[in-house]
């Protein structure tokens, strides 16, 4: 397995890499990143916690033309949440390079300060896909210098069914293009989608699944007020020893 030292980094980005603690490539990391970065296709089996952002991430900003101000990276997300974690994430990535900038633009806020954003210039858009299409329809983003674009848990896009939004966009963005497909699953779906979006892809895997398969999902239906209590008499009740809270 490569380390970060073996990949062709630039030096800025092994420092950055280092500074944030990364010293050693996760399993999908080490198996993606040397496609990602020789521009190939790849489509990535891999989960929340694998270090998939980063996987996608080092590459992308690698990349980037700073000097040109226009979108060269765009990343598709299911969730506004999602969008949120990985801009965050590609914008500490990005420290190693200056001035990159990483806009997010999801729906469920109006769209008017995104036009504003959008008209400053970005390097790296990051969105929904719902929200995205908006933009395009309006004339308010352009793709045309877009070179990579990351579909990130792919499928949980066609699950929310954002198939059709997905095809519309990639009408707008080049067909010389790399394109990078992250999965959790492999359904027949995301095979097809591979199949029409994407250029001989590299198949990748990560060993380290969990192949959990005892594990139990509740679901239960709260009112907003009593919110706060029910998360107090839960974890009194389930005492677990490290829990993981996601709030609006
Ligand atoms: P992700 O699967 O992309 O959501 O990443 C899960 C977490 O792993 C994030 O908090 C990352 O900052 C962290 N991470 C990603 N790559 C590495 C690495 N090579 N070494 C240590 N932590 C990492």
Known sequence: MPSFKDLELSAAMQANL????????????????????AGRDVIAMAQTGSGKTAAFGIGLIESLKPKLFAVQGLVLCPTRELADQVAKALREMARAQENIKVLTLCGGVSIGPQ???????????VGTPGRIADHLRKGTLELKRVT?????????????????????????????????????????SIRKLSAGFQRDPVDVRAQTQSGNTDIQELFYEIPAQERTRAIVSLLSEQQPASCLVFAP
Not at 22 to 33: C, V, Y
């Open 18 to 37: 280092a500074q944030l603690g990364f010293s050693e490539p996760t399993d999908i990391q080490a198996r993606a990143l040397p496609h990602c970065l």
């Open 115 to 125: 036009i504003g954003s959008l008209a400053h210039g970005a390097h790296i858009v």
């Open 148 to 188: 990579t674009l990351v579909l990130d848990e792919a499928d949980r896009m066609l699950d929310m069914g954002f198939q059709d939004t997905m095809e519309e966009i990639l009408g707008y963005v080049p067909k010389q293009r790399q394109t990078l497909m992250f999965s959790a699953t492999w359904p027949e």
